[in-house]
């Protein structure tokens, strides 16, 4: 049986700062590179400190965000994660626990790096997005 595999709406990564000054074409390249995942109520999606290696867009669901165990917000459909992940390889920075069943899509850096180096405008819009992220 041959199954598609879900990926997200352009809607939903419009949505994602990173990826807002994409264009339609390069945001279905994103959208094609991501897999669908979902996280049960009650689970840890990420722990801080522990190794990371994936970015995840909500669709729906809520989660909780601590830092150093002090409360941080929490998340919701729109939101995303492991943006720093994604891109530096480097440990999460938050813990992040599903209050309901929390509806997502991923990609990991070795989905994203190809696609970034086969696509010098999704690269080059992202440095910028990156810049105006540090510069806010």
């Known amino acids: 049986m041959n199954r598609a595999v879900a990926t997200p709406s352009i809607d939903v990564l419009q949505r994602v700062p990173l990826f807002a000054g994409l264009e339609r074409k390069e945001l279905e390249s994103i959208a094609a590179s991501m897999r669908e995942r979902t996280f049960p109520a009650g689970d840890t999606v990420t722990q801080e400190g522990a190794g990371g290696a994936g970015f995840f867009v909500v669709e729906n669901g809520e989660a909780e965000v601590?830092?150093?165990?002090?409360?941080?917000?929490?998340?919701?459909?729109?939101?995303?994660f492991g943006e720093i992940a994604l891109l530096t390889g480097s440990d999460r920075t938050a813990t992040i626990v599903a209050k309901s069943d929390l509806h997502c899509y991923g990609m990991t850096p070795w989905d994203f790096r190809p696609l970034v180096e086969s696509n010098p405008g999704i690269a080059w819009k992202l440095l910028q997005s990156m810049a105006e992220k540090l510069r806010s």
């Open 66 to 80: 601590t830092v150093h165990g002090e409360p941080r917000g929490s998340i919701g459909p729109g939101d995303y």
